[in-house]
């Protein structure tokens, strides 16, 4: 089993940045693919940004150029730095694993952009 935990929701104006976490409880390296996800009220959860073991990365269109999705294996740590963000961005994040072709998923961590 692989245990997920986010930081670094909050609240920021329009323009402004934050950085997301996403802590695992084991070797990350090992680990195919992760990722954050992110779901408004009344919405489906939707993809924001993968990475794989290899460090190849995919971003949804309405991120590109704005979020930076990054991992340290050193760490066991993947992180999220969202820059620009909009009110659209406003939603719950969750921090996604995918590991022996199950998906472990985090409590997941606000994120509010006010304009």
């Known amino acids: 089993q692989v245990q997920l935990v986010e930081s670094g929701g909050g609240l920021v104006q329009a323009g402004g940045s934050l950085r997301l976490s996403c802590a695992a409880s084991?070797?990350?390296?090992?680990?195919?693919?992760m990722g954050w996800y992110r779901q408004a009220p009344g919405k489906q959860r939707e993809l924001v940004a993968t990475i794989t073991s290899s460090s190849s990365t995919n971003y949804a269109d309405s991120v590109k150029g704005r979020f930076t999705i990054s991992r340290d294996n050193a760490k066991n740590t993947v992180y999220l730095q969202m820059n620009s963000l909009k009110p659209e961005d406003t939603a719950v994040y969750y921090c996604?694993?995918?590991?022996?072709?199950?998906?472990?998923w985090g409590q997941g961590t606000q994120v509010t952009v006010s304009s």
């Open positions: 996604s694993a995918d590991y022996m072709r199950l998906r472990y």
């Open positions: 084991s070797t990350i390296f090992t680990i195919k693919s």
